[in-house]
């Protein structure tokens, strides 16, 4: 698949600076693929890594069709949990956010989500998963799962102020705290 990518993009192996890829949350089994994919490629290549949330890769591409600055982002996890995120861009077009992605119970976001109005845009499979409209007033809700090119903004910005990683650097974003 590396390769077919590389074909369509008309560029070498060697021709790569960066590797950027999303750390998570989610899929266990996909996130560790990734990370060994990039990891392999950082060593052999001996370029950098360049590590983006899942859930504000959601976000971005709920900004780039939707035109929206504050997005809540709650990605359905298992076992009722959710992968959720608060994300705002500021005027700067930088998003703001991080530090809110948590897992939750659906009992947890319930409560959470009565703290937010109209402004916020709804993204991600979770709302499908579990019926919110009863406690909603939101006009939207959008589902809306990851994209690649949706990473590319956040590698710009990592990028232009050197925020890399090393191979031996990166980590999983689990959000569950399993090890």
Known sequence: ????????????LKELNYI????????????????GIAQ????????????VSTLAIIAEKAWR???????LVAV???????????????NKLLWIGEKTESLLNFYEVKKKIQYFNNDWLL????????NYKNI??????KIISPNA????????FNIKNKNFLHAIEVIPNYLNNIF
């Open 1 to 12: 698949m590396i390769h077919k990518v590389l074909l369509l993009a008309n560029i070498k």
């Open 136 to 141: 909603l007033n939101f006009k939207k809700i």
């Open 65 to 71: 069709k939707y035109n929206q600055k504050k997005i």
């Open 149 to 156: 090119k949706d990473i590319i903004p956040f590698s710009l």
């Open 123 to 130: 993204v991600g499979n979770s709302w499908e998963k579990v």
């Open 76 to 90: 359905y996890c298992s076992n009722n949990k959710v992968y959720w995120a608060e994300y705002i861009k500021d």
């Open 40 to 51: 392999s490629l950082s060593l052999s290549l001996k370029i950098p890594i360049l590590s």
């Open 20 to 35: 950027a890829f999303s750390t998570g949350p989610g899929n266990f089994t996909g996130i560790r693929i990734a990370i």
